[in-house]
Structure formats: structure tokens, C-alpha cells
């Protein structure tokens, strides 16, 4: 008896029957071994091993294990299907079919057993859900049947595999070309707006005439009262609020890129950064410091929770987390009148949790689950959209968690945290992310 994909969960065997005749052995006699489909066979009695080993022989390669423990240390995925006695010593049929479940789910497996061994073989195959069930004092061409059919079903699984397998490497070709098309699109855009904001006023500086100091000279000969050089001396001042201005802008369109080209590099990875016990409380500290001139008009409040809270991680990858966010909480913040960034570190769950609280203009809930993407802003063109995505990649890459609360009007609060340790298999994994 078998149980099928879908349907009832019994088979006869004239359902069976009617579907063996659908398709072909997958082996014929005189085929290369290395061709033929491979068949396992565990038994704790020898002399059953050897008959099912001849009786298999002339379609199926078959290699055969006396009790569970061998056989699962042994089958791998080039196995096609398990015969599977249930009475044995040590380890029985039933907990080697889980074990093996586990490390194959689709391997089609029979249990093979003496007819006294099961009282209720129904509930067996509606418990354990096996390919199959045959007593041994059947014939054994029901047996050989019931193989070629579980082989029959295990190639379907295989074309169904492979075939998802492939469209999957075609969805994630096409995915991949479609990002890098969004990201040529946004680095093309992003450095025509940056060099479009520094070669307007660079221009327009060029075009200012040069301080003339003949002419300061005939005004001060000519000129008693001074009216004329007053004058001259106003238009040139009037100059150099033009010049200071350019330069103004220009600094910014300058810390735009540079800021753009961070986010970037963070992105793909193209960055290494060292790692070992860093104190998150001083990373915190000089990432304020560097932020000092942005953070003027900004109510800055930070509570650490002792001297010295050190975890595992990278110090270039810490002060990344800090600045994104903190810069985020600025653009919110841009145009309170009382901006306030309060920023807590408390030690929590064998690690550290960090909140970032602004009162700033607050996300829309349509926004929420989007904030993490790849390229997405909620501040329009003039955001890459990559700081919160490279944060939350750090953050799961040391196997941390992070959320965010907002209200319209009233603020962000992103609280993240960090496992205090993180194993070096991880660390080599976050290295390759980079």
C-alpha cells in the first residue's frame, strides 16, 4: 500500500497498477551503474538485505546498511529511494525515517517490515506519511513496483526542483538587472544634481570682474569725500556675498556626494572594517562630535547606561549605524523650532538596545513598511534612500533586531538592538555582505 500526493490516503493496487503503466523503468539491464537510479536498503537482517540487493540488481544501483545510525550517516542526496525495515535494534525504522525526513524531505521512502511488526499499518502511513508500505510476506514484485514508482514520483520532484531552481536564477537575474538600472539611474541623477550645484555658482564666481586696484587708487586721489570708492567698495562687497554664498553651496553640494558616495559604497560593499570589543557609548560620542556643526540648533540629550557598554563588533560599522540615523533624525527635525534628538544605550537580553527619538515631522503609516527598502525616501529626490537600508543590514548581519515607531507631527523613535557577542562565522558573513 502506498500513500499518493493528494487524494485518498490508501491506494489499491489497481489505481496502482494503472499508474505503472504510465511510464517506463527508469534503469534496463546491461545499463552503466553509474546511470542507474540508486536505491538504499536498510535492514538489520542480512539475508534480506542480500535478496532485495539481487532482486533490485539488473535496474537499480543498491547499497544496503544493517541498522539506522549507519544509514543516515551514510545516504545523501544522490539516493533516489529508501527501503526502510521498521523492527531493528538500536535505532527502529520510525526514528530513522524522521532523522532521514530531516535531511531529505523529498526522498521517497517505503517501510519494508514483517507483518507481525505493525498492528494498525493505516495508521502508521497517516502518522509517518511514508511513499509506501509493504509487508515482507508479500511478493516481492509488489515491492519492485512500488520502487519503480517512487522513482517515477522522485524525478518529478527533481524537474519540479529543477525547474524552480531555474526560474528563480532567471527571477533573480532579472532583479538584478532592474536594480542596477535603478541604481545607474540614481547615481546618474544624483551627480548631475551635485555637479548642477556646484557649477552654477562656480560659474557664477568666474564671471565676477577682479578686484581693480588701479581703481582703488584714482578714487582715492581723485575722490576727497570718498563717495565713489564707498561705492566701488559696495559693489565688491556685494561681490563677495556672492562668492561666500557660491562657496556656501558649494560645500554642501560637496558634502551631498561625499555623503551619497558613503551610503553607496555601504550598499554594494566596498568597505572592510576591523572588528573586536568596541565601547558603543564612545562610538556614539565621536559620531556627535563629527555631527557637531549639523547638530548646532538640535537639543541633544544621550543617557548611556554605565561608563562602558562593549560589545563585538566594528567600530566603521557602529559609527555608520549612528551617523544614518542621526542624519535622518536632522532632516526630520529640519524646520522645528525646538528640534530635540534624545538617544538612549541600556544593556538588555545579553546585549545592548539603542533608541534614537526625534520630534521630527513623523512617517505616514502607508510609509512604515517601506522605510527599510532599497532606494526608498520619504524625502523625495533630494535622499539616496539608502541610509535605513544599510543600517538594517548591519543590524541582521550581527544578528540584531530593529524597529520604528512614528507619528505624523509628533516623531520617530528607532530602537535597535545588538547582541553583546557574535560568533566568528557571522563576523565572515557580514565581511562578505560588505
Known sequence: M???PKGNPIMSFDEFDELLDQDARFGLPGEDDAEKPLVIVIDDDESVREALRFALRDYYRVQSYKNGTEGIHHIDASAHALILDIKMKGKDGFETFQDIRKKLPYLPIIFYSAYQDIKDPYQVMNEYRPFGYITKGEPVRKLLDLVKLALRYYKQILRIQQELIEKHARLAESERRSALEELAGMVASELSNSLTSISVPAARIHDLPPLDVNKIWECWESDEEGVILQQ?????????????????????SEERARQFLNDLQGFIGSRSHQWGLVDICNVLEEVLRLQKQRLKSVRVITECDGDEIEIISS???LGQIFTNLISNACDAMSGQEYPQLHITIVRKNEGVEVAVKDNGIGIAPDQLPHIFKPFYSTKGVRATGLGLSIVERIIKAHKGTIAVESQLGKGTTITFWLPREIPMENVQIISAVE
Open 315 to 317: 567600530r566603521g560599522q
Open 232 to 252: 566701488y567698495l559696495n559693489e565688491w562687497q556685494r561681490n563677495w556675498d556672492i562668492v561666500q554664498d557660491g562657496v556656501e553651496l558649494i560645500q554642501v
Open 2 to 4: 502506498l500513500i499518493p
